[in-house]
Nanobody, 123 residues
């Protein structure tokens, strides 16, 4: 069973940047897509971004377009989320996800989930 392990969360101030990483436990892991969801207290899980593993196409939620960027290193089976111009409303637990067969904006279609990493944006 492949495991996804996130790292890089923390406490930052508004306007700061943060980079999250997500590493798959198997180097040969080759999903159709990987992505990020986030969940703030009292809110539903929200789509943040996704990347098609083979072609590199990226997708972003409206709230993060222009501020966040997703990339991947196929050789390391690792995905990254570069978050710039962070706002207090970006505060949430960020989850790494992987889908085996197709991309979706819905969290219900992802086969693998990481344990989550906390991102807090506060002055």
């Amino acid at each position: 069973q492949v495991q996804l392990v996130e790292s890089g969360g923390g406490l930052v101030q508004p306007g700061d940047s943060l980079r999250l990483s997500c590493a798959a436990s198997e180097r040969t892991f080759s999903p159709y897509a990987m992505g990020w969801f986030r969940q703030a207290p009292g809110k539903e899980r929200e789509f943040v971004s996704a990347i098609i593993w083979s072609g590199g196409e990226t997708y972003y939620g409206d709230d993060v377009k222009g501020r966040f960027a997703t990339s991947r290193d196929n050789a390391k089976s690792t995905m990254y989320l570069q978050m710039d111009s962070l706002k207090p409303e970006d505060t949430a637990v960020y989850y790494c996800v992987a889908a085996l067969t197709y991309f979706s904006f819905s969290p219900h279609h992802y086969n693998y989930w990481g344990q989550g990493t906390q991102v807090t944006v506060s002055s």
